[in-house]
């Protein structure tokens, strides 16, 4: 090899490696620069509310507020990357707006960029509402989720760039309101009710069901899965898990990809929570 092809063969090897660093950077650049947005529900979603049972969610709400176990670890790991943002849509009442604050700064959810509930603002509202909720759209859970959605996708500024997940539970109605949303990256629906939820929307029953999802599409990181089955793993009170006489999981689904002992231990996870769930609701048809 003469000395002037071994210049040209070594100005071309460093112009290759250039490439592939500038385009790492620009790959990098790319990434930093889709921002990722999480928007989640509160009761029966993330806090274990009951709001099919009213006595039951007033007593939950007043003496023994939980959260549902793991979620709050999921929302951190996901909500990793400096361009995230955490949009909270709660039915909650304004007039009790303190209540949804004080349970995600006591149980250690992220800060979020926007906090928006239901527009009821006198206890005198609040009763008409609890009791007769179709009397006026100006009550209508619906209403406001579909309403505060279309708020964030106008004041954020929400392209098709930008990765949108949508957290939520099938006790009312966040499967219809979040199906008004375009083109999301994803839907989860806390499945306790059973009900059918629109096509494409993922029906879960936990916080390690999402993080599974959520690692296959390469969102989370294997780590960020592990943090959030040991929380699973680690939980020695089963009415964080799941609420009474709910629809139960089957236990069965696969993660693929996963660390070989990672992966057993979530297939363990996964029949434990099935067998729980059945535990406290017995009359709970499998899916």
Same mark, same amino acid.
């Given at each position: 090899?003469?000395?002037?092809?071994?210049?040209?063969?070594?100005?071309?090897?460093?112009?290759?490696?250039?490439?592939?660093?500038l385009?790492?950077?620009i790959?990098? &650049?790319?990434?930093?620069?889709?921002?990722?947005?999480?928007?989640?529900?509160?009761?029966?979603?993330?806090?274990?509310?009951?709001?099919?049972? @009213?006595?039951?969610? =007033?007593?939950?709400?007043?003496?023994?507020?939980?959260?549902?176990?793991?979620?709050?670890?999921?929302?951190?790991?996901?909500? @990793?990357?400096?361009?995230?943002?955490?949009?909270?849509?709660? *039915?909650?009442?304004?007039?009790?707006?303190?209540?949804?604050?004080?349970?995600?700064?006591?149980?250690?959810?992220?800060?979020?960029?926007?906090l928006?509930?239901?527009?009821?603002?006198?206890?005198?509202?609040?009763?008409?509402?609890?009791?007769?909720?179709?009397?006026?759209?100006?009550?209508?859970?619906?209403?406001?989720?579909?309403?505060?959605?279309?708020?964030?996708?106008?004041?954020?500024?929400?392209?098709?760039?930008d990765?949108?997940?949508?957290?939520?539970?099938?006790?009312?109605?966040?499967? &219809?309101?979040?199906?008004?949303?375009?083109?999301?990256? =994803?839907?989860?629906?806390r499945?306790?009710?059973?009900?059918?939820?629109?096509?494409?929307?993922?029906?879960?029953?936990?916080?390690?069901?999402?993080?599974?999802?959520?690692?296959? =599409?390469?969102?989370?990181?294997?780590?960020?899965f592990?943090?959030?089955?040991?929380?699973i &793993?680690?939980? *020695?009170d089963?009415?964080?898990?799941?609420?009474?006489?709910?629809?139960?999981?089957?236990?069965?689904?696969?993660?693929?990809?996963?660390?070989?002992?990672? =992966?057993?231990?979530?297939?363990?996870?996964?029949?434990?929570?099935?067998?729980?769930?059945?535990?406290?609701?017995?009359?709970?048809?499998?899916?």
């Amino acid at each position: 090899m003469t000395g002037r092809s071994g210049s040209r063969l070594a100005t071309f090897a460093k112009l290759r490696a250039f490439a592939f660093a500038l385009g790492l950077v620009i790959a990098a &650049e790319a990434s930093a620069a889709t921002r990722h947005l999480l928007i989640t529900d509160v009761d029966d979603t993330i806090k274990v509310s009951n709001v099919r049972d @009213k006595w039951d969610l =007033a007593w939950r709400w007043a003496f023994d507020p939980r959260a549902f176990t793991g979620m709050a670890e999921l929302y951190h790991a996901w909500l @990793k990357p400096s361009s995230s943002e955490f949009h909270v849509v709660s *039915g909650t009442p304004r007039l009790l707006e303190w209540s949804v604050e004080g349970f995600l700064d006591d149980f250690n959810f992220p800060a979020f960029h926007s906090l928006q509930t239901r527009p009821i603002f006198t206890w005198e509202e609040f009763v008409i509402a609890s009791m007769l909720p179709g009397l006026s759209e100006l009550y209508s859970t619906r209403t406001f989720k579909e309403a505060a959605l279309k708020e964030i996708l106008q004041q954020r500024q929400v392209t098709g760039d930008d990765l949108v997940v949508l957290i939520g539970d099938d006790t009312e109605s966040d499967p &219809e309101a979040y199906a008004t949303w375009p083109n999301p990256a =994803a839907i989860y629906i806390r499945q306790v009710a059973g009900r059918a939820i629109p096509q494409g929307q993922i029906g879960v029953s936990s916080a390690l069901e999402i993080a599974a999802w959520e690692w296959r =599409a390469g969102r989370l990181s294997a780590a960020s899965f592990e943090a959030v089955l040991s929380e699973i &793993e680690n939980e *020695g009170d089963a009415e964080n898990l799941f609420l009474p006489n709910q629809h139960c999981p089957t236990g069965h689904f696969l993660i693929p990809g996963l660390p070989s002992a990672l =992966a057993r231990r979530a297939q363990r996870a996964q029949v434990e929570l099935a067998r729980i769930c059945l535990e406290m609701s017995p009359q709970s048809r499998l899916r």
